[in-house]
Structures are given as C-alpha cells and as structure tokens.
C-alpha cells in the first residue's frame, strides 16, 4: 500500500488545529463549543489535508501533462463528506478517537451535517459517484458544476400534501471543506450583438459584444481518492453581479432597469431547477447553463495553456464530458473561443471541438429532451446561434450527401427543429458535434441506436457506445453500511472496496447456515436502525421483522409509485374481506420528492400519505400492513433506508427507466429486486439470475405494440376485479373521510387520462410477482441465499468499473499515481 495520509496523522496537530477552529472561525471555546462548533471545527481541520492535496495535485507536473477529462454536469449530489472523506483519507478510526478525547462522539458529528443537495436525482448523484471514482482510479479530472445557493428544496407534508422550503445547505460561516478561488474568477457575457470586422491581416472577422457581463466565482470541493494522494477538484461556479457595476453597455442608460438586471443576473445561481427528466424551457435556465459552460470552458483553457500546451493540442490533451445536454452550449462557446479569439479557419476549430466533446445521454423520454427557442437564443447568445446554424448547414451537407433528395432525413436530423418556432435541439447539436455519444446502460443505449437515433447511428458508425452506471462501493456498502462491510471482509479481506468484483467470493458461503445468519443478523439490525429513526422522526411504530419493501426516487408516473399503490391497496382489500387471504408482515417503504410544477406527481405522493393513515391506524390490520412516506428524501437518508431494505421496487414501464442507480445500490446491499426488464435490471438480473430476482411485467417490445394497436386502460379495468376494487378505493372518501373524490385525480389518470404508462397493463403480473417475493420471504434459509447472491454479483455495477469502461472507449485516459 502506498503511504497514505493516514500514515501521517498527528493526533496533537490535529486536535489543536481543531481547538485553533473553534476560537478563530467559530468564536467558542471547547468548553464551550455545542456539537455543531465542533463538528465545522474538525471538517476545518481536516480541510487543512485536503486543500493541501488538492493544490498538490494541481500543481503535480504529472498531471498537467497528462491527458484528463472534464466532467460538465449542472448537477452533482454529493451528499454530506465529512464520513466519506474521513474513509477516503483512512482516519475514520483516527478521528474517532481524537474527537472521543474531546467528549464528541463521531458518529453524532457526522449526523450533524447537511446534506449539500446540488442535484434532483439519479444523474446528478451518477455525477458524484463519478467524481468518486476518478478520484480512486486516479483518472485525471475535473468536475465542473455550480455553486447554488439553494440545493434542492426540502420537502415537509401538510396534511398529506407536499410543501417545500428552501434548502440552505451551507452553514453562516460557510461550507469547510470547500475552498473559494478567486484567482480562477471568470467573466461571462449574455445579450448584445455580433460585429463583423476586419482584422490587421485585412480578413474578415466577427466578434460577439456583449450587453451585460456577471463573473464566475470559482469554489472547489475536495473529491478524496480512497486510499491514495490524489485530490481532485469539484469546481462549482458563483454567479456575482460585476463590482462595480458597468452599465455603458446598456444602450438606454436606464440606471433602474440596468441595475434591476444587474441584480438578477447576479442571483443566476440561486437556485437549483427542480424538475428531474423534464425540460421547462426557463430562461434564467439557459442563463445557468451558459453561465456554467462559459466559466468551464475558459478555466480548462486556462489550465492547458498556463501548463505550456497549445491550443491545437487541446484534444489531444483534454476531453469534455457533457452530462446530458444541459452543457450543451459548451460547444459553441469553445468554437467561438477557435473562430473569435484564436482566429482558427471553421476546420481546425471543428477537427479541435469535435474531438474535445463527449456526449452521455440519459434519458428517451420526449419531455426531458431539451430544446430552445430560435429568439431566445439569438437574442441571449447571438454569436452562438450563428455557430449553431453553421453546424447545422454543415451537418445537412453530410445528411444530403448520404441520402440524396431524403427531405424527411434531412428535417429529422436537423439541429433546427422547424415549426411555428424554430427551435434548437440540443440532442441533435450533441450527436453531431461530439466523437462519442454514449447511453447509460446495455439496453437503453440499444433503444438510443434503434428508436432516439437509427439515423444518426448510420451517418456516424462507431459514435454510439454503451457505458453501464454504476455506484461507488465506498459510500453505498463501506460507509452506508459497516456492519455489512465488516462481515464481507471478514470473509474476503478488504481488496473489495477498490475491486468489487472480489465480492463473488462470497458465493461460497451462500449455503453456509452459519453465514446466512450472520448476512440476516445484520439486515436485521440495519432494519432496525431504521425503524428507530422512523420512530424518533416520525412517531411511527413499524416492525422491523415485517418485510420491508422500499421504493425511493423521485416521483414520475412513468416510475409508477402508482402500482405500488394498487397493489398496496389490494392488499388492504384482502385482508379485510378475504378471511382466508394471509401475508408476511410487510413494511412499503417510500421516499421521493416530486417537482413542485408536476400536479399528478404531487396528487400521488397525496394519496399515498392518505392511504397509509388510514392503514397504519385500521385496528383490522395490525402489524401487517404498514406503509411509511419518509419526508424530504437526501442522500443521507438513501444511507439509512437502503442498508435495510429486504425487496427493492424497480417497477417502471419498460423503456422508460434509462438505467436506475437505486436498483444497484440496493441489490449490493441484499435487497431482492422486483422489477420490470427495464434500464438496468436487465443486467442485474443477468448478474444475480433469474432466480435471485422476482421480474414481471410488458417488455419494450410488448409495451411498443400494445401502444401501437391502441392502448385501453379499461380493458383492464373491466376485465380484472382485484385490480377494479383496488383502483375503485380511491374513488369515494376511504381515505378521506366525509371529503370523496379528494384522491381521484390519480385513479382519472389511469383511466379517463389514457393511462399513458401502462399501470393497469401490468397490474396483475406485478400481483403475482409480489406473491412469489411473500412465499420465498417464507423460506427464510433461501430467502438469505438468494439475499447473499444478490451483493455477491453484483460487483458489476461498481462505479469504478463505469470510470474504467469511459476512459478505455471513450477518454482515451491513462491512471496517473501520484
Ligand atoms: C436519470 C435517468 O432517469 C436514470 O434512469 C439514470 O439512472 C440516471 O439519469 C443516471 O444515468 N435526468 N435524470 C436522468 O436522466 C435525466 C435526463
């Protein structure tokens, strides 16, 4: 093992530093410091390590001569790092102790802290187990993102209802572990005009004149390699107003109005968009995203020439991951750059970018592809829709070549989507603009060549690639669950934190009685952990022998916590009217937020939060049926839920669910999937087998034709009487007492409103695949077996295996030990 920070930790030197914290930064004493003065004094004091490596990093000769890549994603959810960090940094046990000296128990430090929610879910969470993994692999990176002031609302019920509030996730005195960096500050413009000039060679130039400029303040989050010397930058971008304001740009002079727009401009990162897999369309929105492509683009630049490259070596030396197509725009920003200040022709500053950008798609759902509106984007960002339009013309040359006279091609390929608006598809503009497009698991990237972009697949063979997600093993088993952890490597020794194909080394005790009570002793406690904090949280007594059944995500229909529903309700209808129907004892277990615009998702969790009042009060019903809604679900609580989870719901139509990150991290820790051949249950289930994993439900094949033949929810509706009775409690005032039909709007919308996800199509097998998970729960000695295979296959879906799989076929990238 190389030497480590851990070797070099000074027990004194680190407590004084943390005692030197709480009087400079925190004005306390120890005597009289609460818990969180001295949890900010001991990230403050681990900072110190952290920013040293980080700068040692940066300034490391190996690494800026070495090939890296920048990972573009307006998200990143990190969640909290102080026990991530302390686990990288091999002083979990160090600390421990140190603080334990002081009278502070670790453990409730860590408790203390906020979860820094700069991300909506699985693709900004994707991003942080990215940084992760880079960090471990020591794959030369750079994360950029922005510095919100507001994560992710929090979410509270009112009545059942949700409400949000704003989420400061940092602290008055700031956030420790990042470091502000004012040297790397960025100006950016927005408005004005293009100009056309001629330049002292007597050539025909243009240039963009802006009509207002912010600046873009640069903060570093550490990003820790687990056991190693790297630390790498997660870049997060502040929008300011400029200081002191300039307003000879503004062609009125109207001081008021130029201030006024001084003032918004300097709030562009405010707050993070709530909408997950949607695109609104906001212009403040394609503010953010040019403002984080802008600042991004000139910082890589920056940091390639200040190591004495050129700008022609810029792909040879740099890559540009886009994580979706929020950065879109970084592409035209980097060829204005070439075109306008470098005075490259179009084909060197094209045969630069177009070698520079990678592109990851997440997504086939139609509403979350984004595009922008012709006006907008001229009058936004002018030069820009030049380049664009130049791609374009570009990009129809080669469509018309390919398929001489094929109109319907050359309309479809477009990155000018025509209509009474032209718009700008920013998917089109990534495809045709980066050397590699990759989809997010086996099937969806199947679905992108075949459904998103038969088309583009033939104009440009090889562009299209498959990179599975994956998760990293240092939060989501290591730190999330140490008992787990502790028992594997009591079995297997450690290697699997770094290599968590060893995990299928446990195969061999998946038959042990021994070990099997040992796997169940500790899912068992992890249930119990849960059930303490649903207790202390929210006064709810649940059992923690009952099955617990957890569907965490963000809220979508075509997720369908619906079915969940229904199937909840039918149970709830048996077990009143069916003398003979009998159950395991089964906790459902949900927690997920929904975009605070999107009504149906609202009325779901709605319905939801009603349904179980009712259960968890029904005196009929006992400990068998309960069903929990954890408030405002983070990072931090996935920790507690997933270590404790015995069936993890991946129930989403067959298609939609580009791959999932939840199904992984909860069959490494022993939870059995009941799932759909949807995203990544695909390969889970190629991993675990099929008779690890309980799969049910239309395929994309049968779901496609279904559609196509025309789809009728109330042929099931009529045909099938559990699921009529079920879907029907929700019609009058079951669940709301003296007020029917406050819970319609959900059950409208799988009958009257079409139905556009399938529930109803998938209710009875998903009934039937429910009963085999309540009748194996039976068998407790293979329910264990079945539990122990699902983390001893599941090595696959390690996020560092996903890093590895993107720099071999896409980066190109070497490891660079330091
Ligand atoms: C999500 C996808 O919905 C999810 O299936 C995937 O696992 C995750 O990204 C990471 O790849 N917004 N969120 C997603 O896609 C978009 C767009």
């Not at 420790?176 to 001629?198: C, D, H, M, N, S």
């Not at 920003?333 to 084909?347: A, M, P, Q, V």
Request: glycine share 6%.
């Amino acid at each position: 093992m190389k030497s480590t920070v851990n070797k070099r930790f000074n027990k004194t030197a680190f407590q004084a530093a943390v005692n030197k914290y709480l009087v400079t930064k925190l004005a306390t004493l120890p005597e009289q410091a609460d818990a969180h003065a001295w949890r900010l004094a001991m990230e403050y004091a681990l900072a110190e390590t952290t920013t040293m490596n980080l700068l040692a990093t940066e300034q490391d000769p190996k690494i800026k001569n070495a090939r890296s890549v920048n990972y573009l994603s307006l998200e990143f959810l990190i969640g909290r790092l102080t026990g991530n960090n302390l686990i990288s940094m091999g002083l979990y046990e160090e600390v421990t102790v140190a603080m334990a000296e002081f009278g502070q128990n670790l453990t409730d430090l860590l408790e203390e802290e906020r979860d820094p929610a700069l991300g909506n879910g699985g693709l900004g969470r994707l991003a942080a187990c990215f940084m992760d993994s880079l960090a471990a692999e020591e794959y030369p990176a750079v994360g950029y993102g922005l510095h919100y002031e507001y994560g992710l609302f929090k979410q509270s019920f009112n009545d059942g209802r949700q409400q949000e509030a704003p989420d400061v996730w940092r602290d008055e005195t700031g956030y420790p572990w990042e470091v502000i960096r004012p040297e790397l500050a960025q100006k950016v413009g927005f408005y004005g005009k293009v100009e056309e000039y001629t330049d002292n060679d007597g050539l025909n130039q243009r240039r963009w004149l802006p009509g207002l400029q912010v600046e873009g303040m640069a903060w570093d989050l550490p990003i820790v390699g687990y056991n190693n010397n790297s630390v790498y930058p997660l870049r997060l971008w502040e929008c300011r107003a400029l200081a002191p304001f300039s307003l000879e740009r503004f062609d009125e002079g109207n001081y008021v109005a130029a201030q006024a727009s001084h003032i918004q401009a300097g709030n562009l990162t405010k707050v993070l968009y709530p909408n997950d897999n949607h695109d609104k369309g906001k212009e403040l929105r394609l503010m953010q995203q040019y403002f984080h492509c802008a600042c991004s683009v000139a910082d890589i630049l920056r940091r390639h020439q200040a190591a004495g490259h050129s700008i022609l070596d810029l792909a040879k030396l740099e890559s540009i991951q886009l994580n979706d197509t929020h950065p879109t725009i970084a592409i035209p920003e980097l060829l204005r750059i070439l075109l306008d200040e470098h005075h490259l022709s179009w084909d060197d500053a094209w045969a630069i970018s177009s070698k520079t950008f990678a592109y990851t798609n997440h997504t086939l759902l139609p509403e979350a592809l984004e595009t922008w509106g012709e006006q907008l984007m001229t009058t936004l960002l002018p030069r820009h829709m030049e380049i664009i339009f130049d791609i374009n013309l570009r990009l129809m040359g080669e469509v018309a070549h390919k398929w001489p006279g094929d109109i319907e091609k050359l309309r479809k390929l477009s990155i000018i989507q025509e209509g009474d608006e032209r718009r700008v598809r920013m998917a089109n503009l990534c495809v045709a603009s980066t050397y590699a497009v990759n989809g997010v698991a086996a099937m969806h990237t199947e679905l992108v060549k075949r459904d998103l972009f038969p088309e583009f697949n033939e104009l440009f063979p090889g562009r299209l690639h498959n990179v599975t997600n994956g998760v990293t093993p240092r939060r989501w088993l290591k730190f999330c669950n140490p008992k787990l952890s502790a028992l594997i490597s009591s079995k297997i020794g450690t290697g699997w934190i770094k290599d968590l194909g060893q995990l299928q080394k446990l195969e061999k005790f998946a038959d042990d009685s021994q070990f099997q009570m040992d796997f169940m002793c500790v899912k068992k406690a992890n249930k119990q952990r849960l059930t303490d904090w649903v207790a202390e949280n929210m006064g709810l007594t649940i059992n923690p022998d009952a099955i617990f059944d957890v569907q965490i995500k963000r809220l979508h229909e075509y997720k369908r916590q619906h079915l969940n529903l229904l199937h909840i309700l039918s149970l709830y209808h048996r077990l009143i009217n069916d003398a003979d129907f009998k159950m395991q004892p089964r906790v459902f277990i949900f927690a997920s937020k929904a975009a605070p615009g999107y009504e149906l998702a609202k009325e779901i969790i709605f319905a939801i939060n009603k349904v179980a009042e009712k259960i968890n009060n029904d005196p009929r019903i006992g400990d068998t049926l309960k069903v929990v809604f954890i408030p405002d679900y983070r990072v931090s609580l996935a920790e507690i839920i997933i270590p404790a989870a015995d069936v993890s719901e991946q129930i989403s139509t067959a298609g939609k669910e580009a791959s999932g990150t939840g199904n992984m991290k909860m069959a490494l820790n022993g939870a059995l999937t009941v799932g759909t051949m949807d995203g990544a249950n695909v390969e889970i289930r190629e991993e675990v087998g099929d008779d690890n994993i309980f799969i049910f439900g239309l395929n994309v094949d049968e779901v496609q034709a279904l559609q196509a033949k025309g789809y009728n929810p109330y042929d099931y509706y009529n045909s099938d009487q559990l699921l009529r009775t079920s879907l029907d409690l929700l019609a009058g005032d079951e669940f709301t007492p003296g007020q029917p039909g406050l819970l319609n709007a959900t059950r409208h919308s799988l009958l009257a409103g079409g139905d556009p996800y399938l529930v109803l199509a998938d209710f009875a097998d998903y009934v039937q695949a429910q009963g085999r998970i309540d009748k194996q729960y039976g068998d407790q000695k293979s329910w264990a077996k079945m539990a122990i295979l699902n983390t001893a296959r599941n090595g696959k879906f390690s996020s560092d295996r996903s890093i590895r799989d993107y720099a071999n076929n896409i980066w190109q990238l070497n490891a660079v030990s330091r």
